[in-house]
Structures are given as C-alpha cells and as structure tokens.
C-alpha cells in the first residue's frame, strides 16, 4: 500500500490534479513535519506557494529545520483549508467540509541569484498579486539570509469532503435543523502603519484585495 492511499473515508479521496493546484494556490499555510537531528519528531508551519510543479517555501538561514529540509532530509507536507461545517441532525453525525493535502519528497534548495530572486516575487505576488513591482528588490544582503526551498510535487494525497449531512431516516423525520455552514474569509479594510508618512495611498496590490 503506498503511503499516499487514504483507507479512512476512501470515497473522499481525489486524483485531480487541478483540485490540488486549486487548493495550494489559495491556502497558503503549510505545516511541515520533519525528524530533527535528535531525533524527536516535529511539526512547523509556515507559508506555503505553488510554483508550477513545486511548493515554495522561504525563511531565514538560521532556521534549523530549513537547513535540515534544504540537506535533503524526507519531508511531508500538510495544506487544509476548513470550508464550513456539516450541521446534521446528530452530534455524531455532524463533520466538516474540507480540503486536505498531503505531500511528500524531499526539499531542494533554490542557490542561483537570479532563480531566488524570482521564486521571492512569486512568493511575495501569490500573497498579494502585483506586490513586487511596487517594492525594492531584495538586496545581495537580503538574499544571503534567506533559505529558499522547493518541495516536487510529484507524491500526494488529497481528499476532499464537501458533502451534505448524511442522517438516518429516523433522525430526518424528526424535528432537528440539517445543512451547512459555510466559511467566508476576505480581507478588511486596510489599516496603515503608525510610522507611514502623509499623502502614500494605499498601493493598487493592497486595494484589490479587498474588493
């Protein structure tokens, strides 16, 4: 059985590869799990972009487990997003919908200048499309502190639970409310820092996220 098989729930499991990519480039918080040089188990999140056929992850050059990662050492990779909740006429019936990804490989460092600076803009407009254009690059110092990995996307899983209550005859003819509840997220108006000088308006970047 290959470690990518879902057993629990087997019906909710998805090969759609479009339903992934879906999932990666709109959740962008990962947690990666990795065996530390102690040997003790650990889970770490952080964020997460989609670049074609890798996930991109970023963060300083101090950080342990990122050098780890960036050595090769296995790794999963675990993406959710909580759609809304599955009200059922039961407690024991009652579940969530949701999406969940889990991937699989081994990390591999991203070194070229050029390369790094680019997966950093992808990085930066996956979070906020057009952001980079309106900032500074990075400087050689910036780069020089920063670890940028790419995990393949080449083993996963994903399963996908988007369905309706599922209650038993008895507890249908009865007098409990059944459906769903579903999760809305956007953005606030955007709020400018205590330090920002008179007449910057809000960037075009920052404004379209909160249409």
Known sequence: MSRTTITRLSR??????????????????????I????G?????????????DRVLVHGSTGSGWLRRL????????AVTSFDGLVVARSAFE???RYRSA?????????????????????????LI????????????KELAAVLVLGLPIAEWSLKVSEGWPDDPDDDVAGPAWAGVLPVVQHYGAPRPAPDLRAGIDVPASVRAMTR
């Open 12 to 33: 909710k499991a998805s090969q759609d590869r479009a339903a992934l990519n879906h999932l990666l480039d709109t959740v962008h918080i990962g947690h990666f799990a």
């Open 35 to 38: 065996v530390g040089d102690d």
């Open 40 to 52: 003790h188990p650990a889970v770490l999140p952080t964020a997460t972009v989609r670049d074609g």
């Open 70 to 77: 960036a050595a090769g050492a296995p790794t999963s990779l």
């Open 94 to 96: 009652s579940s969530m």
């Open 102 to 126: 889990v991937l699989f490989g081994q990390c591999a460092a991203i070194t070229e200048a050029d390369a790094k600076r680019r997966a950093l803009d992808v990085i930066t407009d996956a």
């Open 129 to 140: 499309p057009g952001r980079s254009a309106e900032v500074r690059a990075s400087t050689g």
